[in-house]
């Protein structure tokens, strides 16, 4: 699901990152480039997300798309171009959980 590098994996394994990834799912938080509605509609298999209790994604930008309780976009540009602390972005109840899976990444 690329964006807007058309690069293949190889290049990017090349230049130093251990993985290549189209989403992740960190504790029922899914971390995505797109919209989850997007993704689906770009041909990305739903039932391979496993349980998803929210969704972190980008790519909108400033385009007028409806905010969802359960999502939060983190675009920079929606965001004064500035980080986006995770306490913000994943609801309190998630938290423990998603820095759990995040540490057993790391």
Known sequence: FPSHDN?????YLSAGFERVLTHINLGGVLLIH??????IS???DILALGVVEHVIHGHTHQANTPDHK???NVAVDRHAFRPVDYRRAIPDHLQNTFLDALSQLL
Request: proline letters at 12%; aromatic letters at 18%.
């Open 34 to 39: 797109y919209p989850l509605e997007d993704a």
């Open 7 to 11: 690069l293949p994996d190889g290049w």
């Open 70 to 72: 359960d999502h939060f």
């Open 42 to 44: 770009r041909g990305m």
